[in-house]
């Protein structure tokens, strides 16, 4: 008997033919139901059906009118104001990250137990459950007294410390040899010379995994955009699909051309950092 | 880590460790260091996680009315919270989407792994395809759910249950079937989470046991159920833990299918806490809410750290 005893079930090319058409199937079924409707999706944002209930992974007739009506219906506004949440998010999120895992994994001092502590116990605390009085703080900032509701910073700076970032940081910065960063000390190096020249051009690769993830992490944000913006102006993509679907003049087909735009960017990012994407997940095991 | 790179350092920088050992010490002499590293992100923490935080406890005490000044009122906030109906159903919903939603996907998501594990190409590119919902912003799944349920004999849900047979449904619309519809949209999206995490998982299985299970004449089904499952053990109590604290906090995904509707038969706590704070105004009560929300989070995050610790010894 020929057995593959690579894997739990066996399956591969020395099975029957049958048992590999029916792999095969279920492998098309998985395609089908999973990344169907998002192909469905972008099809339908250049299909000229007005149908509410209609998607169809086949063009029926090929257009852009629903991206030309939906230019009037302020979408651009939607997709720039998450481009600038997200792309001066992450910037600030990933140097925020770096900077403190560097001294959470290079150096010994005292109380470096607690902070690292403290860091795990704010991965307990999404927005969600601090919703009410974030919104309280926003608007009124302790010893600034700013006021940062209803604009796009509002959205950026609760986000910018995050805990994912930080340990996963951590982790792979305490992997970087000692003897590099002495060879460097040894050269005259300052603190930052280490750190900018030796400890992180040596961890590139967490950097994408950090990159990847927290670009996920802002652009899927819901909550927080939706505390903080009142005026329309300011909606990011996501929120705004929502008053393009409950508003009667606008058609199904302007609210999937948003939808596809909301979810392009997160795919291509996806599809572009795989690696970094699958190593971060199956190594960090947290989402959120 | 370190362990792995001791070998590379050749012997002969052996006698030097302890001069550099002294001057490491030396340099970290200077306190204030890492902490100029560490400020920009502590100051953040501080400003929107522990302030915050301490607000909502503080609230929760209090009768809260924005410029006229907050009067304390002791507990009778969560007094009220847990005596309206509404809460006792939020917090029987979230559980019911949470039991539902976590071992659906888990079965989903263990299924998906056995089926598209392996190396091939092939492999890579279906698990990619399936992987997508996961990297998909929640609010674009929610608009897609709500095509994907249109509520008449043409909507793409019902024609699929009609080829078994079955009656259309009113799907997000009824309050028969609100709850169910938001639990199918989250395994949808929660398998191939899983699946990934999963398959991760099985690399480490011990080959040789399969080996020896087929010499015993064990067939696939003794195989994954004797040595596949508990070898991964460990990866699905991980899973579970992280999927019940997302669980408790789900807000999205309901607030777009359904806003906790019709007639409140899929209100959860989130929705409901946003629904008190942000419609209704009641700003202790719900504070009072974020607060259970809080404590159970920290329970359940803690019960599984001493439970897992108390396995490992």
């Known amino acids: 008997m020929n057995r593959n005893l690579d894997t739990a079930l066996g399956l591969g090319s020395q099975n029957p033919v049958w048992l590999r058409a029916l792999t095969a199937l279920a492998c098309a079924v998985v395609v089908l139901l999973f990344a169907g409707p998002l192909v469905a999706l972008l099809v339908g944002a250049f299909s000229g059906s007005h149908d509410p209930s209609h998607l169809s992974l086949f063009p029926t007739d090929l257009t852009l009118e629903n991206w030309r009506a939906a230019l009037d219906r302020n979408v651009l506004r939607y997709l720039a104001n998450s481009l600038i949440v997200v792309g001066i998010g992450l910037l600030l999120q990933m140097a925020v990250s770096v900077l403190a895992a560097y001294s959470l994994a290079r150096k010994k001092f005292r109380g470096a137990g607690i902070v690292l502590l403290l860091i795990m116990a704010t991965m307990m605390l999404p927005e969600e459950i601090l919703a009410i009085p974030l919104t309280i703080v926003l608007s009124d900032l302790p010893l600034l007294h700013l006021n940062i509701t209803d604009s796009l910073p509002g959205m950026i700076v609760p986000l910018v410390a995050w805990g994912f970032g930080i340990i996963v940081m951590v982790e792979f910065m305490k992997e970087v040899p000692r003897e590099l960063e002495e060879a460097a000390r040894l050269d005259g190096a300052g603190e930052f010379r280490v750190f900018w020249s030796v400890v992180l051009p040596a961890v590139t690769p967490a950097l994408g995994v950090i990159g990847v993830f927290g670009f996920t992490m802002i652009w899927d944000q819901y909550m927080l955009p939706l505390l903080v913006a009142s005026d329309p102006e300011n909606y990011t993509l996501p929120l705004a699909l929502r008053s393009l679907r409950a508003d009667p003049e606008v058609g199904i087909g302007i609210v999937l051309v948003a939808a596809t735009l909301a979810m392009l960017p997160s795919i291509l990012a996806f599809l572009g950092f795989q690696r970094s994407f699958m190593r971060g997940i199956s190594s960090g095991a947290i989402k959120g | ?313």
Do not use: C
């Open chain 2, 1 to 313: 880590m370190t362990v792995l790179t001791r070998p590379e350092t050749p012997p002969a920088t052996r006698p030097a460790s302890p001069p550099t050992r002294r001057r490491t010490s030396r340099r970290e002499g200077k306190v204030w260091v890492p902490w100029l590293f560490l400020a920009p992100a502590l100051v953040l923490f501080l400003y929107f996680k522990f302030i915050p935080m301490g607000q909502a406890v503080v609230m929760s005490f209090q009768d809260v009315q924005p410029y006229l000044g907050n009067s304390w009122v002791g507990t009778a906030n969560y007094r009220d919270l847990f005596a309206t109906d509404e809460f006792v159903a939020a917090l029987w919903h979230t559980a019911v989407i949470a039991v539902f939603q976590i071992t659906g996907a888990l079965v989903l998501g263990f299924a998906l792994a056995l089926l598209l594990e392996g190396q091939a190409r092939r492999l890579w590119f279906v698990r990619s395809a399936a992987f997508l919902p996961v990297v998909v912003p929640v609010a674009v799944i929610a608009e897609l759910w709500r095509i994907i349920y249109y509520p008449t004999e043409d909507g793409i849900a019902n024609q699929i249950i009609g080829v078994f047979l079955m009656e259309p449904s009113q799907w997000i619309n009824s309050p028969d079937s609100s709850l169910l519809s938001v639990i199918l949209v989250g395994i949808w999206r929660d398998a191939p989470y899983n699946m990934i995490i999963i398959i991760a998982g099985l690399v480490s299985v011990d080959r040789s046991l399969y080996e020896a299970s087929s010499l015993d004449g064990a067939g696939w089904v003794r195989r994954v159920r004797y040595v596949t499952l508990p070898a991964l053990r460990p990866v699905m109590v991980i899973l579970l833990t992280l999927a019940a604290i997302r669980a408790m906090r789900i807000f999205t995904e309901v607030f777009l299918l359904t806003n906790g509707g019709p007639n409140g038969s899929s209100e959860v706590l989130m929705t409901l806490v946003y629904q008190l704070g942000f419609a209704r105004n009641e700003l202790g009560v719900a504070a009072a809410g974020s607060v259970v929300l809080l404590v159970a989070t920290i329970v359940l995050t803690l019960a599984v750290r001493v439970g897992s610790k108390r396995r490992n010894a």
